[in-house]
């Protein structure tokens, strides 16, 4: 818990809506990274929805298949 505490705010709250269930080390990591590609708050949140969106459609194709909607979307 004490690492959820740690993130900053936006992250927190783009955390506690995500779909995912993400580590906070690893969304740290993942924010970081958009962050320092983009220099912008905002455009490192949009790149982790891009980001969970890619896993969903990976983790959909493996458990159901090509037919899944998630799935042309990655």
């Known amino acids: 818990m ?3 505490d740690g993130l ?7 955390v ?3 779909d995912l269930p993400w580590r ?7 924010f970081e990274r958009a962050l320092a590609e983009t220099g ?6 949009e790149e982790l929805d891009r980001l969970q969106e890619r896993l969903i459609a990976k983790d959909a ?3 159901w298949g090509e037919v899944h ?3 042309s979307d990655a």
């Open 8 to 14: 900053p705010q936006e992250l927190r709250a783009w």
């Open 24 to 30: 906070p080390k690893s969304v740290r990591r993942s």
């Open 40 to 45: 912008d708050v905002r455009q490192a949140l």
């Open 2 to 4: 004490r690492e959820y």
């Open 69 to 71: 909607p998630s799935v």
């Open 16 to 18: 506690a809506a995500a």
């Open 61 to 63: 194709k493996k458990i």
